[in-house]
Structures are given as structure tokens and as C-alpha cells.
């Protein structure tokens, strides 16, 4: 599968990129408003479901973004211009997500999707929407992925990605 990119015609990912990218996320470190961290490669337990209890997100939910479709991130673009273009779209594609929910009555909780290091960031939602549902939504946002915490466990499910759904930590 090849997908292009819908700012600058470039391509951006085939099977093996995808694959790379869909990995990766494994790597996440998610940020909650007022400095909660859930670092996925490590198992939740007691201290990380109170964090996420107390930001309102107990049981179910799904953390996805509207960010960097198919993804394509602005560091990948063969130029500058081309990486100003995406951001811009990350901007604009946020706030729709954001204006959707609240348009639906579908209460969120802002979190970043981070690299341990921090050298990446993506503004994400964590929604309380039933699997099925967030899948579809990551998808019509052409997401390769999204978490899913079932209330005790993080999965990484495939939106757009042709990959299974793999539990979290990746071991």
C-alpha cells in the first residue's frame, strides 16, 4: 500500500514504513493537563489507573489523534515548505476533532502521545467511545492506530494500519 500526501503529492509510506511507524508506537509516553505521565512500554498499575481515574478517564477509552494522517509527519516531508504545510494541517485537523467532539456532546480529556526522549509530540483526545466506534473514528481520521485501555490494560489497535492489535508493553 502506498498512500501520498494530500499537502504535497510526495509519497509517504509503504508497507515497510508503515510497519515501522505502527512499531513505534509502542514506544509512547502519554501526557495528561496537569503533568500525569502513563509510560506504554511499562504495565499499568495501581499509581497510573488512580492518575488516569482522577483525570476523569476510569474503565474504557480510546486515545487517538487527528494528526499527521497516514503517517505522514512533518519531519518526513522532503522540504521545509512541505513540513510547514503539514503542521498546518495538524492545526487545522486538531481543532476539527476537538469542534466535532464537542458538536457530538462527546466529553474528551486532552493527552499528548510523546517519545520518551520528547524529541515528538502529538496532540491526542482520550475519548470514552465504545471500541468499535473509536476504531472508525481513527480510521475516517486516516490514523494509521490508536490506544485502547480496556480499564486494565493499553492495546495499540490498527486503524489504517495492515497490522494485528498488539497488547501493551510490547514484550
Do not use: I
Not at 457530538?104 to 515528538?120: N, Q
Amino acid at each position: 500500500m502506498t498512500l501520498h500526501s494530500e499537502d504535497d503529492g510526495s509519497v509517504v509510506t509503504n508497507r515497510a514504513d508503515q510497519s515501522s511507524k505502527y512499531d513505534a508506537y509502542t514506544e509512547t509516553v502519554l501526557e495528561l493537563s496537569g503533568g500525569a505521565r502513563v509510560d506504554l512500554r511499562r504495565p499499568v498499575g495501581p499509581a497510573e489507573r488512580e492518575m488516569l481515574a482522577d483525570a476523569g478517564l476510569a474503565g474504557p477509552f480510546a486515545v487517538l489523534t487527528a494528526e499527521n494522517p497516514n503517517g505522514r509527519n512533518p519531519d518526513d516531508a522532503p522540504t521545509e515548505a512541505a513540513a510547514e504545510r503539514r503542521e498546518a494541517g495538524n492545526d487545522r485537523r486538531h481543532a476539527a476533532l476537538v469542534a466535532g467532539l464537542h458538536d457530538a456532546g462527546v466529553e474528551f480529556v486532552r493527552v499528548d502521545g510523546v517519545a520518551p526522549d520528547g524529541s515528538y509530540r502529538e496532540r491526542c483526545v482520550a475519548v470514552r467511545l465504545p471500541r468499535d466506534e473509536a476504531v472508525g473514528l481513527a480510521d475516517r481520521l486516516s490514523q494509521l492506530a490508536l490506544f485502547w485501555f480496556d480499564g486494565d490494560t493499553f492495546w495499540l489497535l490498527p486503524a489504517e494500519a495492515d497490522a494485528e492489535p498488539r497488547r501493551l508493553p510490547a514484550v
